[in-house]
């Protein structure tokens, strides 16, 4: 990999808050002189079938090296061309050989596992070579606290800066997504809502969200949203009721049971944008966002339920309300948070009023 490649892969890596899943960096055209470079460089293995399989089809893979990140995870880069287009694929570290898919790629699995045969065979010595290390790290979410405990004062300042740009990123990105579809912004703010309790611990009054869908289209892009916002194994609750309903939340003790209908044609996100989604879930739950939010709810509650303005909202509303008016601010800040707060104001008439009482 060019000096001038390593360079874009590295402004990538730098610019992403999350890369334990593996991350997609274009590189360019590569000309003929390069290319037959490459041909040169991996005919000496053209005795292996699938070697012999990929040149043919000008699809060439190699380790480029690897990638040391703040918190110590290692990103394996593999670098693919096809067709005179260059890919940088980053991998985790520990998950190369098991994996089936490349991050945003249409590889086929079988296609994804001869791309990894034939860097093994051609470029094993190269995947343990440092290409550089970066300023960031692979989930801030998941070790947030246990980093923050244990590394230093100029790490410690470090990680607040990956957080500050995370919050940026956000608030200019997530207003406009959830302008587009208000489905989003209403399954977003449940799976916030359930995994507040099933990971950050809240003891607040907790919801069921049934979400009626109209078709398979429906459907299916309910269930990839809800998968791509469950921050860790089993931190949603998601059950499938029947061929329509599908319910995030508790089996039991929930106070109460909101029925979201979907409509009929979904407003499908770019991978980006399902990302961006994403990282508002996740920043959510990071421990320090919810201690804050923990410590400050207790006296909002207790002044709303003294404001004849909402007489007649359940403890599971006036949680929810202060989801939507409050939580925003806490992780973005007030000028941060006010073009989100203003979408997810319009989710008014069914998220936080239109609840049932659970049986």
């Known amino acids: 990999m060019k000096k001038q490649e390593v360079n874009i892969v590295k402004a990538a890596v730098q610019r992403s808050a999350k890369l334990d899943q593996g991350m997609k960096v274009e590189l360019g055209l590569t000309d003929k002189k390069e290319q037959q470079r490459l041909n040169k460089t991996f005919k000496p293995f053209a005795a292996d079938p699938i070697v012999k399989k990929a040149v043919k089809g000008k699809t060439l893979a190699k380790w480029a090296g690897r990638i040391e990140l703040l918190d110590g995870e290692q990103l394996s880069v593999l670098q693919v061309d096809r067709f005179s287009k260059r890919t940088a694929y980053l991998l985790p570290n520990d998950e190369t050989g098991e994996l089936t898919t490349l991050p945003e790629s249409t590889f086929t699995p079988e296609q994804v596992k001869e791309l990894l045969h034939m860097a093994n065979v051609c470029s094993a010595d190269e995947r343990d070579k440092l290409l550089f290390k970066a300023e960031t790290v692979a989930a801030p979410a998941d070790h947030w606290e246990e980093l923050l405990a244990t590394c230093g004062e100029a790490d410690r300042r470090f990680l607040d800066k990956v957080l500050d740009m995370l919050a940026k990123e956000i608030a200019y990105k997530l207003p406009k997504i959830l302008r587009k579809s208000l489905d989003t912004a209403a399954v977003m703010m449940a799976a916030i809502d359930e995994q507040l309790h099933t990971m950050g611990g809240s003891t607040a009054p907790m919801t069921k969200y049934r979400f009626e869908t109209q078709n398979e289209q429906t459907a299916a892009w309910l269930n990839q949203l809800v998968h791509k916002l469950t921050m860790r194994k089993d931190s949603l609750r998601w059950t499938q009721e ?117 049986e």
């Not at 003790?253 to 996740?282: F, K, W, Y």
């Open 242 to 358: 029947s061929e329509t309903v599908f319910t995030l939340g508790p089996a039991e003790g929930a106070v109460d049971v909101i029925t979201l209908p979907l409509e009929a044609e979904p407003v499908l996100l770019a991978l980006h944008e399902l990302e961006t989604v994403a990282q508002m879930v996740r920043i959510c739950v990071t421990p320090p966002i919810c201690n804050c939010f923990f410590q400050g709810v207790g006296s909002f509650l207790d002044s709303m339920k003294e404001d004849d303005q909402y007489k007649g909202y359940t403890e599971g509303a006036l949680w929810r309300l202060n989801l939507v008016g409050v939580l925003p601010t806490i992780v973005l800040g007030e000028q941060r948070a006010k073009a989100i707060i203003a979408e997810l104001e319009m989710l008014d008439g069914f998220f936080w009023r239109s609840a049932d009482k659970a």
